[in-house]
């Protein structure tokens, strides 16, 4: 079975933990390309900031932003997204303040989503406010705001305490929004998203499959944290960074590669590409 889609998460996956690609996993992706896979860059970031980063690749490929819920080309051409519905942002915008949290709500399809945000009390939202400043947009109320379709609301909380907000926000959404958790190694925040019901980093696979009549099977995804799962088991091959959640690596089901320092994605490239199922 050749591999016709490659699919890697950004941060903890590609990146080491200096935030960098090294020039051995630029390299095997750069060949994987050459040899006809399709390149896919799936993350939680926005476009406007994984762009920069997967730009040194060198290829032509796709970047599928916000966790999946937007799908474009490395030029910024649109292609497909799904976007979280009015009621259920507001909803889910009025469970997060409950609990303390200050969501971010994002909107629109261009390089630069708009952001959302009611007067920031914490001095991490402020500062990150403060560096999108030309796309931020601070208003007294996002429940009166929110009219429109969004790409997501995001909150950032307490690493300990995500599952049981996780666990809150699903059983007050009953389902009719995806919530998925990130949470960066080393770090105790957590980045939870609120997004559309069908969001989640196999979306966009399970569409361009669809498109171009690709098998899963001829899928092979790279990810390192929870938001990585949906990927990792829609994909033919799923390969878990050594450096991943000991949850995710002990499933029993995905390839452990080396990790991010290890050049992991670029062992694991070159290894099927050596036994021609690249």
Known sequence: MRFRIVALDVDGTLTNSKGEITERTRRAVQRAAERGALVVV???RRFCSAKPIVEALGVDLMIAAHNGALLKKLDGEFITGVFLEPEY???AVGMLKRIGAEPI????????????VEPPRNEWLADYIERNREHARIVPSLEETISWEALEVLAVVRADESEEIVRSLREGLEGK????????QG????FIEVAHRE???DYPLRYLCGKLKIRREEVVAFGDNYNDREMLEF???GVVMGNAHDELKEEGRFL???????????????RLMEEGRI
């Open 42 to 44: 799936v993350t939680g």
């Open 89 to 91: 942002a507001r909803l």
């Open 105 to 116: 709500v994002y909107r629109g399809t261009g390089d630069y989503a708009e952001i959302f």
């Open 177 to 184: 929004a995806k919530v998925l958790k990130q949470i960066p």
């Open 187 to 190: 770090d105790d925040r957590a």
């Open 199 to 201: 969001c989640a980093k």
């Open 235 to 237: 994909a033919g091959l």
């Open 256 to 270: 452990i590669a080396p990790s991010n320092d290890e050049d992991g994605v670029a062992q694991v490239l070159e």
